[in-house]
Nanobody, 129 residues
């Protein structure tokens, strides 16, 4: 069992930056480093989409093409926290951002939100023109 709590969302002007945080509480017997960590977002009327994620097996971080070069994911295992640094924000980035965790993903499912087991409640990011 993993509980995830996101924070850091808000209102920002286009071109600005935000950093989202996600703190994980992992059940006894497991450790944070056992989990792949991902960020997803969902805009009104749209499906939830992959933003990026860190895969524990190979240490690689993957990004959606739409955010590559602007967003950066990092994780701090001692504090069980994963971050999403968002720069050069655009109005199209406006969405509810979710943190996700899973320990059994295969690579082909990594970008599929339905494949992830644990989710936070989401934090709203609004980018104004």
């Amino acid at each position: 069992q993993v509980q995830l709590v996101e924070s850091g969302g808000g209102l920002v002007q286009a071109g600005g930056s935000l950093r989202l945080s996600c703190v994980a509480s992992v059940a006894s017997g497991r450790t944070f480093r056992n989990y792949d960590m991902g960020w997803f977002r969902q805009a009104p009327g749209k499906e939830r989409e992959f933003v990026g994620g860190h895969r524990r097996n190979n240490g690689v971080t993957y990004y959606a093409d739409s955010v590559k070069g602007r967003f950066t994911i990092s994780r701090d295992n001692p504090t069980s926290t994963v971050y999403l640094q968002m720069n050069s924000l655009k109005p199209d980035d406006t969405a509810l951002y979710y943190c996700a965790a899973d320990s059994t993903l295969i690579l082909s499912s990594f970008k599929n939100p339905r494949a992830w087991d644990y989710w936070g409640q989401g934090t709203q990011v609004t980018v104004s023109t």
